[in-house]
């Protein structure tokens, strides 16, 4: 059992928690608001029920028992092996708490950022121990969704690089390398295109935006919940990838001359989708959804065989 630090115990820092004490790992978790360090232990606590309910755990007093919610930075990298930052997505604030962790945490631990998009370059240049900081970016909640995004700055350390893949691989979740910085990494650079589209398309009246999630999910996320782009295209030709290409990407040329363009998140075209969206962002229907998404995931995860990691 190894301790790992958890910095930020918002949704993502509490998730990772989860991931990381499942895996037989203690940890200390710290948040700067008293008020989510207070409600943080039943939170945890509610987000196992879920997991034990498909299946996906087994005790949640053995996960909750392994984490602890400290007071300070300090107190939540002071032995760590590992740490998991899930701050505020703004560059000074992951500066500073960069800084911070890099003068308190051992000299032997790995730095690990939660970021959606901002490369580690931006906060870790002036760092003594840069080469032990990365980018491990996950899919809101990691706990549910195993994919974490490795991306490096032009100093980290290549054994620093493969530690953070085996620690990240031996708690259950599916690591990729990021080869180069790029902003948004792969994920929400694929979201981000498939997201300009959905826009336009919304804006331009060709669907409501219900349909097109609809379109979403019946459409093509039940073949992308267990195979990608480049899987699904080989089997939509009798040539495979080639016969596809061959056949189709003809299509994409002509789609490809006509891109959306950054216009399409101008307030201009936003309000159009925020017009036409007819449900109200009230924070009891938004955590009623949230809670009904993470029942969904945990079944999905369930049905796609993950097993249960409950040492």
């Known amino acids: 059992m190894e301790q790992l630090g958890i910095v930020g115990g918002g949704l993502i820092g509490r998730a990772w928690s989860i991931v990381f004490a499942r895996a037989g790992h203690a940890v200390t978790a710290f948040d700067p608001d008293p008020a989510t360090r207070e409600r943080f232990m039943d939170s945890l606590g509610q987000d196992c029920d879920i997991l034990v309910r498909h299946g996906l755990l087994g005790d949640v007093e053995a996960v909750t028992g392994r984490v602890r919610v400290v007071e300070s930075v300090e107190a939540a990298v002071e032995g760590a092996s590992f740490v998991q930052e899930n701050g505020p997505e703004q560059v000074e604030v992951k500066r500073s708490l960069f800084e911070t962790m890099d003068r308190v945490a051992p000299a032997s631990a790995l730095l690990a950022s939660s970021t959606s998009a901002i490369v580690c370059s931006k906060f870790t240049e002036s760092l003594e121990g840069r080469s032990r900081c990365l980018v491990g970016h996950p899919v809101n909640p990691p706990h549910l969704v195993p994919i ?32 180069r910085e790029v902003e948004g990494f792969v994920l929400n650079r694929l979201q981000g295109a498939l997201l300009a589209e959905a826009f336009r398309l919304v804006a331009d009246g060709v669907v409501s935006p219900e349909d097109l999630d609809a379109t979403l999910t019946d459409g093509l996320a039940r073949r992308w919940s267990f195979i990608g782009p ?35 998140f101008e307030p201009a075209v936003t309000g159009k989708l925020l017009d036409a969206w007819p449900h109200e962002a009230s924070p ?7 809670e009904w998404r993470n029942e969904r995931l945990a079944a999905l995860a369930a049905h796609l065989g993950i097993q249960p990691d409950d040492p």
């Open 284 to 290: 009891e229907r938004l955590s009623r959804r949230m």
């Open 148 to 179: 974490v995004e490795i991306c490096s700055a032009p100093w980290t350390g290549r054994p620093e690089l493969e530690k953070a893949w085996s620690i990240y691989e031996g708690v259950g979740q599916t690591p990729v390398m990021v080869e």
């Open 230 to 264: 480049f899987a699904t295209i080989e089997l939509n030709a009798p040539g495979g990838i080639r016969d596809y290409c061959e056949r189709y990407t003809g299509f994409y040329k002509r789609l490809a001359q006509d891109p959306p363009g950054a216009q399409v």
